[in-house]
Structure formats: C-alpha cells, structure tokens
C-alpha cells in the first residue's frame, strides 16, 4: 500500500489514494485465498462464487447511477449537489437490492443471506398484521 501510495498520491492526490488502496486489494486478495485454502481447505472458488452476485449488482448499480445522475460540474450549487447526491444514494440502494433480488431468483433461490432475510421480513410483517388492535379505553 505504501509504494502505491508513494507512486500514486504526487501524481493523483485523492484520487491516487483511493487507487492505491483499491489496487494493494486486488493484489493481496489472491494471497488471502491462497493462505485459505492451505490453512483451512477452502478453495478460492467458494469466495469466488459468493462474491459473483454482489459484484455483478454492484455493477449494475454503478451503471445505472453514473447512467441517470449528471456529472458533478462546479457551476452546481451547494443544495443541487446534495439533492442529486441524495437521490444518487436512494437510486443506488434500489438498484443494487433489485440486482441482489433478481440474481437470487435467475439461481433458483437457494439457501444464503436473502433467504434469511425474506423470511425474517416475511415474519416481522406477519406479526405485525396479526397482532390484534389495540383498543383506547
């Protein structure tokens, strides 16, 4: 992280930065899986396969945001700036739980994380509704 740091923040300021982190990631993540799959015997293919559907809605989400937003240019003023950012962030949400959603459902809805939490949703919601009203007295 260090060297890119040192080679990207001269350069790209803040922007470098990020890089830097992002690109010491990319290239530690295969020694990760490589530590992991000697210590435990997990193959890199499980992190793969679990990381594929959130990768691929992150995508898509990032698409569809930079697609509907504008370009942040100098001349926005404070309020439209943070009224586009607001609805960027609401936009992104959506996106990326509808992405999540539907490559749940092209899979056949198998057992994981949305599972887990549709039911949990699915009972909230029925607990709510069967509680009897309360009635004022």
């Known amino acids: 992280v260090l060297i890119l740091f040192g080679l990207l923040v001269p350069g790209y300021g803040l922007i470098g930065a990020a890089l830097s982190a992002l ?3 990319v290239l530690s993540t295969p020694v990760y899986l490589s530590q992991v799959r000697r210590s435990v015997g997990v193959p890199a293919s499980v992190f793969v ?8 809605a992150a995508l ?3 698409g569809l ?3 509907v ?3 942040w240019t100098p001349q926005m003023n404070s309020t439209e700036s943070i009224g586009w950012l607001i609805g960027g962030i609401t ?4 996106a990326y739980g509808a992405a999540v959603l539907l490559l749940w459902l092209a899979a056949g809805c198998p057992a994981g994380a949305e599972r887990v ?4 949703a ?3 919601l029925l607990k709510r509704h069967s509680a009897p009203a309360s009635t004022p007295s």
Do not use: D
């Not at 939490?117 to 949990?120: D, N």
């Open 117 to 120: 939490l549709l039911e949990g």
């Open 122 to 124: 699915r009972q909230h």
């Open 91 to 94: 936009l992104g949400i959506f």
């Open 23 to 25: 690109g010491a990631s």
């Open 69 to 71: 937003l504008p370009a």
């Open 65 to 67: 945001v930079r697609w």
């Open 60 to 62: 898509a989400m990032v």
């Open 49 to 56: 396969r679990a990381a594929a559907h959130p990768v691929v």
